[in-house]
């Protein structure tokens, strides 16, 4: 007597069920890591606009805080002061370009120096106090509010000048 062997192997209606199942899994996969990715890049911006704010601000805390003198009469989107070393500089926010600017007024030639970028609100607040019969700046309460990828971040900041305390 001869016994048939029978061969075990997958349909074609198999193999194409199998098919369907693996591309719904790379198709998901594919959702998954371009949402990942998107998510990197909105971080990224996010996290350097914030920087690049903080650093303007620490620059400029820093400018006032030792500082020989403040403008009493500048407006709130700027502020005007002579550097420890001398220099007569301008911080002076341009609404329309929402870009912070350190301008050097003493030399008209140099080009101005570009700080932070994507600055949609920017406030000098000076607290002016008379010393001596002569008005000056005690201290500067500055506000920056930085855009990245949409998501409006804002920083504080309060300086005392050491000259007039």
Do not use: H
């Amino acid at each position: 007597m001869k016994s048939k062997s029978i061969i075990k192997a997958f349909t074609l209606l198999e193999l194409l069920i199998g098919m369907v199942i693996f591309a719904v899994l790379l198709a998901a996969i594919a959702v998954a890591m371009e949402s990942s990715v998107n998510s990197c890049k909105i971080n990224k911006d996010t996290y350097t606009s914030l920087n690049t704010a903080r650093q303007a601000l620490s620059r400029i805390t820093y400018d006032l805080r030792n500082a020989q003198g403040v403008s009493t009469d500048s407006s709130t989107t700027e502020c005007a002061l002579i550097t420890q070393k001398g220099d007569d500089i301008t911080y002076r926010w341009d609404s329309q370009t929402s870009k912070l600017w350190l301008v050097t007024n003493d030399d008209l030639d140099d080009d101005d120096y570009l700080l932070c970028e994507n600055v949609t609100e920017l406030s000098f607040e000076k607290n002016i106090v008379n010393k001596d019969g002569i008005d000056c700046v005690k201290y500067v309460k500055i506000t920056i509010e930085v855009t990245g990828n949409g998501k409006p971040q804002k920083l504080a900041a309060a300086v005392v000048i050491r000259k007039n305390l």
